[in-house]
């Protein structure tokens, strides 16, 4: 039976030529091999850089959206104002032949009497020339059927050779820029013989019946 010495502690290994403090720390120090845990600082780190980074985004969204609300207002804005100009355009074109008809309405009268001649000839055809060239159009002609929209009605007769109502003289001519009426043309109107076709029919029938062939 052995004796245990009393006093005796078993004590760890400890490599040659190290100090005793060392031998005592890596005593006391257990060993792992697991890698070191992060800081509780990084994470909430990272938690603030995402946060911050969805505020961005969101706040690009917006601004994006904005962005495009305004392109498109501009543009509605930008039509906007070609059209207005486009109908100060016309309205002033207008309003200037409009003040012209009168010449040109002389000069129509002169030619159908035959005095258009001389340099007031070259006069008129250069002033018609810069009127078309503006746009404005004459318009009306004799057998025309009468449009309430486009003519104006300034004498109405019967004529028995006529099957509507139709214009048989033109008075003066009717202008127009564009699809827009500046002034109607204004004539004389026929309308069908009261009768007529009645008695037209009758004739007919009578000559039909004048036709048939006797029943033996």
């Known amino acids: 039976m052995t004796e245990e010495t009393p006093g005796f502690e078993e004590k760890p290994d400890v490599p040659s030529g190290a100090e005793p403090d060392d031998a005592a720390e890596a005593a006391e120090t257990p060993s792992t ?8 600082g990084d994470v909430s780190q990272t938690a603030g850089l995402t946060a911050q980074l969805d505020q961005l985004r969101s706040a690009l969204s917006e601004r994006t959206a904005d962005l495009q609300r305004l392109q498109a207002e501009y543009q509605n804005y930008r039509r906007r104002v070609e059209r207005d100009r486009v109908t100060v355009k016309e309205i002033a074109v207008a309003t200037l032949l409009t003040e012209l008809l009168p010449v040109l309405d002389d000069v129509g009268r002169a030619r159908d009497h035959g005095e258009l001649v001389g340099g007031f000839k070259s006069v008129a055809e250069s002033l018609e020339t810069v009127v078309a060239k503006m746009g404005l159009q004459q318009f009306g002609k004799e057998g025309e059927p009468f449009d309430p929209t486009i003519h ?9 050779d006529v099957t509507e109502t139709t214009c048989v003289a033109i008075l003066q001519p009717g202008y127009r820029i564009g699809e827009r009426t500046i002034r109607p043309a204004r ?30």
Not at 33 to 40: H, L, N, S, V
């Open 33 to 40: 091999e697991e890698g070191p845990a992060a800081p509780a």
């Open 152 to 160: 104006e009605a300034l004498m109405h007769s019967y004529a028995p």
């Open 187 to 216: 004539v004389a109107v026929a309308e069908p013989q009261p009768g007529a076709a009645p008695a037209a029919k009758e004739e007919k029938s009578a000559d039909e019946e004048s036709g048939a062939p006797e029943e033996g």
